[in-house]
């Protein structure tokens, strides 16, 4: 079973706009965390990111923030205003328990265009 | 603080040599990772290294290798490259687990004719 799962293999949305990208995750650990990062057609995996299953409050960094639903089991990313610079994929992953030797899970990405 | 380093940026090679690329992670992160993507199979983990030893290990073939040395500068070594194995190798450092954080550099194209 698909451990994170991003729905939308690809998004148009019109500049200025805000844009949701979906991820879905599945585990059992209560201690884990979502990591959401953004890849360019340059190459560079860019952190945009970071909610832990304990945080009280949803995540925000500037435009992006997360819409952590833990029952729901979905930690979605909102961009807001978007921009043309916000072309790119958009890939969701998760860690498990903390000190687990198990590494990152990724989902298979979100390809966004800002049309202008 | 300068970022994750990888070079070289750009490699051709042909089936059957071998093939060695190089990262230089976030001064003080000990932690380095390797991933290969593809258009087809995405996101793939090879490997992490933490303080010269290797932690955890993708299911990748022998063919597929690394090191870290002493100054947490890491190595990733393909032997009798495939069609394959065409890809961007990745590299990712964090301070010290694999699972915080993850900084990534930019990449090396790898081509296989």
């Given at each position: 079973a698909?451990?994170?799962?991003?729905?939308?293999?690809?998004?148009?949305?019109?500049?200025?706009?805000?844009?949701?990208?979906?991820?879905?995750?599945?585990?059992?650990?209560?201690?884990?965390?979502?990591?959401?990062?953004?890849?360019?057609?340059?190459?560079?995996?860019?952190?945009?990111?970071?909610?832990?299953?304990?945080?009280?409050?949803?995540?925000?960094?500037?435009?992006?923030?997360?819409?952590?639903?833990?029952?729901?089991?979905?930690?979605?990313?909102?961009?807001?205003?978007?921009?043309?610079?916000?072309?790119?994929?958009?890939?969701?992953?998760?860690?498990?328990?903390?000190?687990?030797?198990?590494?990152?899970?990724?989902?298979?990405?979100?390809?966004?265009?800002?049309?202008? | 603080k300068a970022g994750v380093t990888q070079t070289p940026r750009y490699l051709i090679k042909t089936r059957g040599q071998q093939v060695t690329l190089s990262c230089s992670p976030i001064s003080g992160h000990r932690s380095v990772s390797w991933y290969q993507q593809t258009p087809g199979q995405g996101l793939q983990f090879l490997f992490e290294y933490f303080s010269e030893t290797q932690r955890n290990k993708g299911n990748f073939p022998g063919r597929f290798s690394g090191r870290q040395f002493s100054n947490s500068r890491s190595e990733m070594n393909v032997s009798t490259l495939e069609l394959g194995d065409s890809a961007l190798y990745l590299c990712a450092s964090s301070l010290h687990e694999i699972q915080e954080t993850q900084y990534f550099g930019p990449g090396t194209r790898l081509l296989v004719l």
């Open positions: 698909q451990k994170i799962t991003q729905t939308q293999p690809g998004m148009f949305v019109q500049e200025k706009e805000a844009v949701t990208l979906d991820c879905t995750y599945d585990t059992s650990d209560p201690s884990y965390g979502l990591f959401w990062y953004k890849q360019p057609s340059s190459g560079e995996m860019i952190f945009l990111i970071y909610q832990g299953s304990y945080d009280q409050q949803n995540a925000t960094e500037g435009r992006y923030s997360l819409n952590f639903q833990k029952a729901r089991k979905s930690a979605n990313l909102v961009i807001s205003a978007s921009q043309l610079g916000d072309s790119a994929m958009y890939f969701c992953a998760m860690r498990e328990a903390p000190d687990s030797n198990y590494q990152l899970i990724w989902g298979a990405g979100t390809k966004l265009i800002i049309k202008p | -």
